[in-house]
T-cell receptor, first 110, second 119 residues
Framework: GQQVMQIPQYQHVQEGEDFTTYCNSS?????IQWYKQRPGGHPVFLIQ?????EVKKQKRLTFQFGEAKKNSSLHITATQTTDVGTYFC??????????FGGGTRVLVKP | DAGVTQSPTHLIKTRGQQVTLRCSPK?????VSWYQQALGQGPQFIFQ???????QRGNFPDRFSGHQFPNYSSELNVNALLLGDSALYLC??????????????????FGNGTRLTVT
């Protein structure tokens, strides 16, 4: 079945620095969604990418969908303490099913 | 406008017992998906309900079953509980995207989850 992998598993970032987290699927995706889960919370939808090569920005967050629609990345600039949490990508396939990756846990050092 | 609500919030059960978890979707949503999230891992898809029928299923044994009611609310039942069933169970609601070939998935709105501990 479809597998979605994320790297790195953990990301320790100095406040103010940039970082990127990556998502790779074993199969071609219809779309990719990104979610953020704060400690003790539930996943919250951030964005969906549908087109090959698509790039979307949300303030300091930049999301990209690969040309082959098998990978995606999330880049955060000028990391803040509010960015703490786990970021999940979720690969969308036909039939409304989403497969989540293992997540990247972001810790911010002030 | 109420979001997704789940009950109970916490539950402690013994191996071999059965458990029922409940979910009310966000107003206007017609599809409910259930996920299992073990500590430190990503949500694993259990199954999805639409129009009171199970439409898709993940790699979970038949001990996991569900139901959707006419008001779109849903239940997740787990029989013969194992220690490994201890996890956060998340319910997510969404709109049903018509057609299997759509490239768009309706974003999921998650509830706060039910923390199940099996001893």
């Amino acid at each position: 079945g479809q597998q979605v992998m994320q790297i790195p598993q953990y990301q320790h970032v100095q406040e103010g620095e940039d970082f990127t987290t990556y998502c790779n699927s074993s199969t071609t995706l219809s779309n990719i969604q990104w979610y953020k889960q704060r400690p003790g919370g539930h996943p919250v939808f951030l964005i969906q990418l549908v087109k090959s090569g698509e790039v979307k920005k949300q303030k300091r967050l930049t999301f990209q969908f690969g040309e082959a629609k098998k990978n995606s990345s999330l880049h955060i600039t000028a990391t803040q303490t509010t960015d703490v949490g786990t970021y999940f990508c979720a690969g969308g396939a036909a039939g409304n099913k989403l497969t989540f990756g293992g997540g990247t846990r972001v810790l911010v050092k002030p | 406008d109420a979001g997704v609500t789940q009950s109970p919030t916490h539950l402690i059960k013994t191996r071999g017992q059965q458990v029922t978890l409940r979910c009310s979707p966000k107003s206007g949503h017609d599809t409910v998906s259930w996920y299992q999230q073990a500590l430190g891992q990503g949500p694993q898809f259990i199954f999805q309900y639409y129009e009171e029928e199970e439409r898709q299923r993940g790699n979970f044994p038949d001990r996991f079953s569900g139901h959707q009611f006419p008001n779109y609310s849903s239940e997740l039942n787990v029989n013969a509980l194992l220690l490994g069933d201890s996890a956060l169970y998340l319910c997510a609601s969404s709109f049903r995207v018509p057609g299997p070939s759509s490239s768009y998935n309706s974003p999921l709105h998650f509830g706060n989850g039910t923390r199940l501990t099996v001893t």
